[in-house]
């Protein structure tokens, strides 16, 4: 039985207070008796949230949070007190976050960035506003076409923050952003570039869905073949035409296009695909 999650739960039976709940491996929850509707009955099995009360009892709710362990949701505080800002997530009893867990002192009244997590020692959830504590650094590479599970954060001088994945800090640069975002909102996107840093660059839209010119198409051919070549904007139009057969006004075009759909890098070396 999981603190924190959603749980399958067979019913074992009804009492005054209300039903007890089961798992596989005999752990037992109450269910209280204002979660019960008429339509449940011996041996159902229901999908229940399972967190502990204010007397440290594990309870089950049909109540959906706003968030669950290992999540990320905006949350509302609604009350600040020497143990800490408490925050509506969505049950009868309120989510603390400790005050070594608030990034920032937390003001009664306003919205933050949260993560749900367990303390293993009490086996009790707690929020954190301290988010990048608890992201990953991406370590391997993403397909440019599978969408990825994007979450809207807050927006930068350079662009939307996102959670990608429920796991990974990303970015939509500014001239990437294609329609109205808002904070909070879930949609998705597509990875195209992992940075050093673990961090990811993200788009809305699938790369390729803006079409280039054959030009373009026909340098990053070439750029697929040999990762990186030593020509830019400022190389003499002998060189360009060397090294990828094209005019260097038709080959600044390609470049643009390409660097614009964010496939390579610029550098004083040359241009570079990016893997």
């Excluded at 007397?55 to 609604?78: C, M, Q």
């Excluded at 002192?105 to 959830?125: P, S």
């Excluded at 990953?136 to 923050?161: N, Q, S, W, Y």
């Excluded at 390609?254 to 550098?267: D, Q």
Aim: proline share 3%; aromatic share 8%; hydrophobic share 35%.
């Amino acid at each position: 039985m999981n603190i924190g999650e959603v749980n399958k739960l067979q019913v074992l039976r009804f009492t005054s207070v209300g039903a007890y709940l089961g798992d596989e491996e005999d752990n037992d929850v109450l269910l209280p008796n204002k979660y019960l509707t008429d339509d449940m009955k011996l041996d159902d099995m229901l999908d229940v949230f399972v967190y502990r009360d204010s007397e440290d009892r594990a309870v089950a709710t049909t109540e959906k949070p706003l968030i669950e362990l290992g999540g990320f949701s905006y949350l509302f505080i609604k009350d600040v007190t020497v143990y800490g800002a408490f925050a509506d997530w969505g049950l009868e009893k309120d989510l603390m976050i400790p005050f070594k867990e608030q990034g920032k002192k937390l003001e009664e009244g306003q919205w933050y960035l949260t993560t749900l997590q367990l303390d293993a020692d009490t086996d009790r959830v707690y929020g954190s506003t301290k988010i990048n504590r608890y992201l990953h650094e991406c370590d391997h590479p993403f397909d440019r076409t599978a969408p990825a599970e994007l979450m809207i954060c807050d927006t930068t001088d350079l662009g939307v923050k996102v959670i990608v994945d429920n796991r990974y800090s990303g970015l939509i640069y500014h001239n990437d952003v294609t329609r109205n975002l808002k904070r909070g909102e879930r949609t998705t996107g597509y990875v195209y570039n992992v940075r050093e840093d673990g961090k990811l660059d993200v788009r809305l839209d699938p790369v390729g869905k803006v079409k280039i010119s054959d030009s373009a198409e026909r340098l990053l051919s070439i750029l697929k073949v040999k990762k990186h070549l030593p020509v830019h904007d400022k190389s003499a139009p002998e060189d360009v035409r060397e090294v990828v057969g094209m005019s260097k006004k038709t080959f600044k075009q390609a470049v643009g296009s390409l660097y614009k759909e964010r496939l390579i890098t610029l550098g004083s070396d040359g241009i570079t695909l990016v893997e």
